[in-house]
T-cell receptor
Framework: GAVVSQHPSWVICKSGTSVKIECRSL??????MFWYRQFPKQSLMLMAT?????????EQGVEKDKFLINHASLTLSTLTVTSAHPEDSSFYIC???????????FGPGTRLTVL | GEDVEQSLFLSVREGDSSVINCTYT??????LYWYKQEPGAGLQLLTY?????DMKQDQRLTVLLNKKDKHLSLRIADTQTGDSAIYFC?????????FGQGTELSVKP
């Protein structure tokens, strides 16, 4: 099946720094990318949805200036956590979907720990 | 309440069948999904069912859908220790996936 990769797979950073997470679809064109965060032992919470070349649509309660999403191409989307704080520590997962939602694949996730 | 609800834990013995249940709220959901998540990993799509179906079988997996009661179940036959993971059901709603809390399946040898 198709593959979605995320980089880095884990990152530890100091409070106040910014962290960029990349999500790449390796062998399919992800027209839409979804970004989720998952706290331990909890479900996935949708943060934002982005279509290639358009601005992301953020879910209620998600600060767009803090979680910057760029979806510049059909194979790459990035999530930047700006001025990270310990409460941003979480597991961030992307999901790529082809046009019309025919196919969808999750990335393996990125574990962010903010000290 | 939550859009999608699941029981949090299930423990079975190796070789038994596992049944994981899920209730959802949106009767207009077109597709309903089951995902598996192993520790520290992303989600793997196991199977899905179209809303006009009652049942779907795929090797050891059987999905049952009761649309009237908005109840979805996943049965794993001959459960193996490698099936130990967290299982999420999800409904499609307005182009988005809404996930349940996840059911942690523990398989004891």
């Amino acid at each position: 099946g198709a593959v979605v990769s995320q980089h880095p797979s884990w990152v530890i950073c100091k409070s106040g720094t910014s962290v960029k997470i990349e999500c790449r679809s390796l062998d399919f064109q992800a027209t839409t990318m979804f970004w989720y965060r998952q706290f331990p032992k909890q479900s996935l919470m949708l943060m934002a949805t982005s279509n290639e070349g358009s601005k992301a649509t953020y879910e209620q309660g998600v600060e767009k200036d803090k979680f910057l999403i760029n979806h510049a191409s059909l194979t790459l989307s990035t999530l930047t956590v700006t001025s990270a704080h310990p409460e941003d520590s979480s597991f961030y997962i992307c999901r790529g979907e082809t046009s019309g939602g025919r196919e969808q694949f999750f990335g393996p996730g990125t574990r962010l720990t903010v000290l | 309440g939550e859009d999608v609800e699941q029981s949090l834990f299930l423990s079975v013995r190796e070789g038994d069948s596992s049944v994981i249940n899920c209730t959802y709220t949106d009767s207009s959901s077109t597709y309903l999904y089951w995902y598996k998540q192993e520790p520290g990993a992303g989600l793997q799509l196991l199977t899905y069912i179209f809303s006009n179906m009652d049942m779907k079988q795929d090797q050891r997996l059987t999905v049952l859908l009761n649309k009237k009661d908005k109840h979805l179940s996943l049965r794993i036959a001959d459960t193996q220790t490698g099936d130990s993971a967290i299982y999420f059901c999800a409904e499609s709603k307005g182009g988005k996936l809404i996930f349940g809390q996840g059911t942690e399946l523990s398989v004891k040898p």
